[in-house]
């Protein structure tokens, strides 16, 4: 019965390299969730996708960030071009319809 | 943006003494969740509330859905010192409330 499978754990790139993050969601859930979390600062909402469906992105940055939710395979969200900003842990999250959200354990992206 | 104000930010407790926190808002939501967060690890879900009033017990845990829908508190009682970590609440909007505003969380520590 496995959880929500983020990877990798943790993610080294230089600035203006590419972020590719992966989520599986559990099992039998179709709701997938994308949040950033700075040290010592609770989680922020970017991105809620269904599959092949972006439904909400409002916390998405405009420039740079993409996510994704393929018939197949994970969710990825990708980041273009790092800054030292996009230094954070990003967790993702699944659930059933209208029901809680279960996290996976994050990628720790530091940016050099 | 909707915020939310959690408190205290920490807690220093003697193992087998009950504790409380709580969270607040100038926004109502449709939800509150509560999450405890160990180092290194995903949000884990405690419980979920989802009408205004409701109490709800798991474990020693017992958390209750403020009847303006702007505010919750979360009791734990007889503490051990498994309990250390970060709690964080949130608070669920749109459709479904899955969009999840954080609070900052508040650190306890149990001292044996």
């Known amino acids: 019965n496995a959880g929500v499978m983020q990877n990798p754990r943790h993610l080294v790139r230089r600035r203006g390299q590419e972020a590719r993050l992966r989520c599986s969601p559990m099992k039998g859930h179709s709701h997938v969730y994308w949040y950033r979390q700075l040290p010592e600062e609770g989680l922020k909402f970017m991105v809620y996708l269904q599959k092949e469906n972006i439904i909400d992105e409002s916390g998405m940055p405009k420039e740079r960030f993409s996510a994704e939710f393929p018939k197949e395979g994970p969710s990825i969200l990708r980041i273009q071009q790092v800054v030292r900003g996009d230094s954070a842990a990003y967790f993702c999250?699944?659930?059933?319809?209208?029901?809680?959200?279960?996290f996976g354990d994050g990628t720790r992206l530091s940016i050099l | 943006g909707q915020q939310l104000n959690q408190s205290p930010q920490s807690m220093f407790i003697q193992e087998g003494e009950d504790v409380s926190m709580n969270c607040t808002s100038s926004s109502i939501f449709n939800t509150w969740l509560w999450y405890k967060q160990d180092p290194g690890e995903g949000p884990v879900l405690l419980i979920a509330?989802?009408?205004?009033?409701e109490l709800t017990s798991n474990g020693r845990l017992t958390a209750q859905f403020g009847i303006t829908r702007k505010d919750s508190f979360l009791n734990i009682s007889a503490s051990i010192p498994s309990d250390v970590g970060i709690y964080f609440c949130a608070g669920g909007s749109g459709a479904g409330s899955y969009q999840l505003t954080f609070g900052k969380g508040t650190k306890l520590s149990v001292i044996p």
């Open positions: 509330l989802y009408k205004a009033g």
């Open positions: 999250a699944s659930s059933r319809p209208n029901q809680p959200q279960h």
